[in-house]
């Protein structure tokens, strides 16, 4: 999914304004690390969505299998389904990010953002969360599972 503010931002951090690869949270710069992951947490509509449903998105593995559980209401409204499915997205990463040792978003020109484990293997965790707010599968919890046994 292209960020377009995410691709000012990362013009801005890049060494030589030209990468040709992905922007990464591993590069030794825990402060660019840390605001990587502030600003890929925000998911303002998931989380005004869930808090409407009784339910706080805590960053835990536990909200991920909450989340499982609401009723999709989100599928009657096309226009919100794609905004909620890359929220969902989003929220999967970071809570990957905080809690799977050697986990990093990786962020590749145009602004699409992927989990990299410690493994090497990444997570498009966007596209999760949209299969996810469209299908219901993968469920959010089954995606976190696969990724902290890697």
Same mark, same amino acid.
């Given at each position: 999914?292209?960020?377009?503010? #995410? &691709?000012?931002?990362?013009? =801005?951090?890049? $060494? !030589?304004? +030209?990468?040709?690869?992905?922007?990464?949270?591993?590069? /030794?710069?825990?402060?660019?690390?840390?605001?990587?992951?502030?600003?890929?947490?925000?998911?303002?509509?998931?989380?005004?969505?869930?808090?409407?449903?009784?339910?706080?998105?805590?960053?835990?593995?536990?909200?991920?299998?909450? #989340? &499982?559980?609401?009723?999709? =209401?989100?599928? $009657? !409204?096309? +226009?919100?389904?794609?905004?909620?499915?890359?929220?969902? /997205?989003?929220?999967?990463?970071?809570?990957?990010?905080?809690?799977?040792?050697?986990?990093?978003?990786?962020?590749?020109?145009?602004?699409?953002?992927?989990?990299?484990?410690?493994?090497?293997?990444?997570?498009?965790?966007?596209?999760?969360g949209l299969d996810w707010a469209v299908n219901g599968a993968p469920e959010l919890s089954h995606v976190y599972a696969e990724a902290a046994e890697a």
């Amino acid at each position: 999914m292209n960020i377009p503010f #995410l &691709d000012n931002w990362l013009r =801005r951090h890049a $060494d !030589d304004g +030209e990468r040709d690869g992905p922007v990464t949270a591993q590069d /030794g710069d825990p402060e660019r690390a840390e605001a990587i992951t502030e600003l890929l947490s925000e998911c303002e509509l998931l989380r005004a969505r869930a808090k409407q449903a009784g339910l706080e998105l805590d960053d835990s593995p536990g909200s991920l299998s909450a #989340l &499982d559980q609401l009723p999709p =209401r989100w599928r $009657d !409204d096309p +226009e919100e389904l794609p905004w909620l499915g890359n929220d969902a /997205g989003l929220y999967l990463g970071t809570v990957i990010v905080r809690t799977v040792p050697g986990a990093a978003w990786h962020i590749w020109p145009g602004g699409h953002p992927v989990v990299r484990l410690a493994s090497g293997r990444e997570i498009g965790v966007v596209e999760a969360g949209l299969d996810w707010a469209v299908n219901g599968a993968p469920e959010l919890s089954h995606v976190y599972a696969e990724a902290a046994e890697a």
